[in-house]
């Protein structure tokens, strides 16, 4: 038995080996290779580090090897397509979208690494609700975070399949998370409230004055 935590750590640390490999094998040490490997690589060990400073609990959850490897690892793996495809096509990526790709990078690993913090820290002091800072608008800003992340790296490989890898993940585990996290704050006093003046990923643009002073839930 291992933590599920065990299995994302471990795909996130074998981002850079990967990529290096890939690099080495298909001979290609082109700007926007590096590029991909300082993006992606830095997301990993950032991750290895918020799961030694602030972990998400939800990831204690133990579970058989055989379990974590085939249904944990397995489908994170399909990230790898997104530097292997870099490293064996060897694309002409336009400027334009090296610049979209690192926009949307960034913004992403601010949204996630923030909105992981700020939940994690704001429950120590006052654990249920939270209604400040990134979870002001949207009930998810972590998720969207890291979704901006990956559609970065897709964008950069400058290939269609790693943006089906993002569609699957999408579809296949946040939505079904955020749908399930509804349902579980449902249960807080306010969350009609929030619930209303909040999107459930995109934030939603009120003004200020409308956002009211009922106290707002995060993850459980």
Do not use: C
């Amino acid at each position: 038995m291992k933590p599920t935590g065990f299995f994302i750590d471990l795909h996130k640390a074998l981002v850079i080996p990967v990529t290096v490999a890939a690099m080495v094998m298909f001979g290609n040490f082109s700007t926007v290779m590096w590029l991909y490997l300082g993006m992606h690589g830095t997301y990993s060990i950032l991750w290895l580090i918020k799961g030694r400073t602030y972990p998400d609990r939800r990831f204690a959850e133990q579970v058989p090897i055989w379990i974590g490897g085939l249904f944990v690892f397995l489908p994170l793996a399909g990230y790898y397509a997104a530097p292997i495809l870099l490293a064996w096509l060897h694309p002409n990526v336009p400027g334009w979208a090296v610049t979209l790709g690192v926009s949307s990078f960034t913004f992403g690993i601010f949204l996630h690494y923030v909105a992981d913090a700020q939940k994690y820290f704001t429950l120590q002091v006052h654990p249920g609700l939270i209604e400040t800072g990134l979870f002001a608008r949207t009930r998810n800003p972590n998720y969207l975070g890291e979704i901006m992340t990956y559609m970065g790296y897709a964008i950069i490989s400058w290939n269609w399949f790693p943006f089906v890898v993002n569609f699957a993940w999408i579809f296949g585990f946040f939505v079904r998370n955020m749908i399930k996290k509804d349902r579980s704050m449902s249960r807080h006093p306010g969350f009609a409230a929030y619930k209303a003046r909040t999107g459930l990923l995109f934030p939603r643009i009120l003004p200020v004055r409308a956002l009211g002073t009922d106290r707002a839930p995060t993850e459980t």
